[in-house]
């Protein structure tokens, strides 16, 4: 809505060329937010295979428990730091309803990396025996959920 009204303003005044300047300009990490949403988008929907699953909504089947574990597990070793630059907090000037993320992510003593590598530790358990049955599946979803809700809890502002 407000990009809507910035660039409607803009063609009136200033024209075609500087649209596209100010809207590139205009949240300087609206790049980084993106990719970091989406990277919880890959984790949101394998973890919803596995879930589905676990939960009797969808049939177990080895193969896709096994390549949904891997995918949670390769992406929770993704080094994505260049994705959380300081300032793209949702306190930061003009990113209220962009990102969701806590400004404590930054600040000193943040135990985010310890969360992510909380998660990443229940993905290894989860990976390594996902293909193997539907109750190995179900006895490490507890734990791979609280890995997602450890991080969420503290970091992460709720969108309602
Ligand atoms: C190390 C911290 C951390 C871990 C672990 C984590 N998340 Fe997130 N997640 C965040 C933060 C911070 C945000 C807010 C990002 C933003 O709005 O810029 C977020 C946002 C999200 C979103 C909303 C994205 C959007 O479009 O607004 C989803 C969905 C999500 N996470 C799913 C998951 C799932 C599923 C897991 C576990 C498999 C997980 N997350 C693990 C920190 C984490």
């Not at 660039?7 to 100010?22: D, F, H, S």
């Not at 949670?72 to 309803?97: F, H, I, K, Q, V």
């Not at 985010?112 to 109750?135: F, P, W």
Request: glycine share 10%.
């Amino acid at each position: 809505m407000k990009k809507a009204v910035l660039v409607t303003l803009a063609t009136v005044a200033l024209g075609a060329t500087t649209i596209v300047t100010l809207a590139a300009d205009e949240l300087a990490y609206q790049d980084q937010i993106e990719a970091r949403q989406s990277f919880m988008h890959v984790y949101r929907f394998n973890l919803g295979l596995l879930g589905a699953m676990a939960k009797g909504e969808a049939p177990y089947d080895a193969e896709l428990a096994s390549a949904a574990a891997n995918n949670l597990l390769a992406a929770s070793r993704m080094n994505n730091r260049a994705m959380w630059p300081a300032g793209s907090d949702m306190s930061a000037a003009g990113y209220e309803g962009v990102t969701w993320a806590k400004a404590d992510i930054w600040s000193a003593g943040s135990e985010i990396g310890a969360k992510s590598k909380a998660l990443s530790d229940a993905l290894e358990a989860m990976a390594a025996v996902a293909g193997d049955g539907l109750a190995a599946v179900r006895s490490n979803m507890g734990a791979v959920g609280d890995g997602c809700k450890g991080c969420h809890e503290p970091y992460r502002a709720s969108k309602d």
